[in-house]
């Protein structure tokens, strides 16, 4: 198979497999959004969805937000882990977004990244999910399956962001990377991975992976 057929065959089994991707963290809007998405970090989507509801109840908006207390905010998210760091980013970014963009977060990678305790793949969930931008944000999961798919070297996530922007369709990417996370978790975990179940793996990966 050459690169490109197995490009089309990956796009091809992922909309027969996930013809619907539902987003992962339970949010209402962009701002409820980016705070669930900087919560995930290090952190399950399942956990998130169980502290968020807790924490929008208190907090919804940037201004509610900024009311808070770091440490009110630390007490609510504690379950989700690195909670010094996520809690000033969480009470930070909100004044940010009151004084420099009124409270509303901006459709701008840049400007996104500015922001405490967001990086460049929160920035990119929220451009994809919340404003419909083309992006690829890249997790351990999709990192995990470019490498063992032979579509990208493994050597950081920068360049399989990279090779998966080169090697698939730009109006597939937002749907495509849930895609690809969906079938990740489902099929080709990390650990307690069976290549009898993972379809993908057995038609295109690494040849060292198929002895």
Request: net charge positive.
């Amino acid at each position: 198979m050459t690169k490109k057929e197995k490009v089309q065959f990956v796009i091809d089994k992922l909309e027969e497999l996930y013809p619907e991707v539902p987003i992962p963290l339970d949010h209402s809007d962009p701002y409820t959004l980016l705070i669930a998405v900087l919560l995930s970090a290090q952190c399950t989507d399942a956990r998130v969805n169980k502290i968020t509801p807790l924490l929008f109840q208190v907090a919804s908006t940037p201004y509610e937000m900024a009311k808070l207390t770091q440490e009110e905010i630390a007490a609510i998210i504690r379950p989700c882990g690195l909670t010094p760091m996520k809690s000033n980013g969480i009470k930070q970014l909100s004044h940010i977004l009151i004084d420099k963009y009124n409270g509303e977060v901006p459709a701008d990678f840049e400007a996104l990244e500015s922001l405490p305790a967001v990086g460049h793949k929160t920035a990119s969930v929220v451009m994809s999910q919340a404003f419909d931008i083309p992006a690829f944000p890249v997790d351990t999961h999709i990192h995990r399956l470019m490498n063992r798919w032979g579509l990208s070297n493994g050597k950081s996530v920068v360049q399989t962001e990279k090779d998966a922007k080169r090697l698939f369709p730009k109006e597939l990417w937002n749907k495509l990377h849930l895609q690809i996370i969906y079938y990740a978790r489902e099929y080709s975990p990390a650990r307690g991975w069976d290549i009898n179940k993972d379809v993908i793996s057995q038609k295109i990966a690494r040849k060292s992976l198929l002895k």
